[in-house]
């Protein structure tokens, strides 16, 4: 019986140790809602994701311990939790005239790169 609680100790302490070294349900992707915070299971509740205002294809994102930052459709957000750098991807944002606005994330440990249509159009030819 004592070699059998022993085992499940060093198990527990092997797991634990792995999770500590990073999210394994990664990319995540997820919803918040306007005025909404979102704590990402991955990291135990320990990090979370709060937006304010969506207006002018715009929102302001603060991540637990970073600055807030203002983010529009294709921008990435770095951030560290644990020693580990992670990426936050604004991938949709959604502005209903009364209720209802949101913003959808992906959450990575993979520098995304970042994209915005308008910025990657090559200029209108002149003939």
């Given at each position: 019986?004592?070699?059998?609680?022993?085992?499940?100790?060093?198990?527990?302490a092997m797991l634990s140790d792995s999770r500590a070294a990073g999210p394994a349900d990664l990319p995540l992707q997820f919803t918040v809602k306007q005025r909404g915070v979102e704590r990402p299971a991955c990291f135990d509740g320990n990090v979370a994701i709060t937006l304010d205002d969506i207006t002018g294809?715009?929102?302001?994102?603060s991540v637990t311990g970073e600055e807030p930052r203002s983010m529009k459709k294709g921008d990435v957000l770095p951030f560290t939790y644990a020693g580990a750098t992670y990426f936050l991807r604004l991938t949709e944002?959604?502005?209903?005239l009364l209720d209802g606005d949101n913003a959808d994330f992906i959450?990575?440990?993979?520098?995304?790169?970042?994209?915005?249509?308008e910025e990657n159009t090559p200029p209108p030819s002149t003939i």
């Open positions: 019986m004592r070699i059998l609680v022993l085992c499940l100790m060093i198990l527990t294809g715009q929102v302001l994102v944002l959604r502005n209903f959450l990575t440990r993979d520098a995304p790169v970042q994209e915005r249509p």
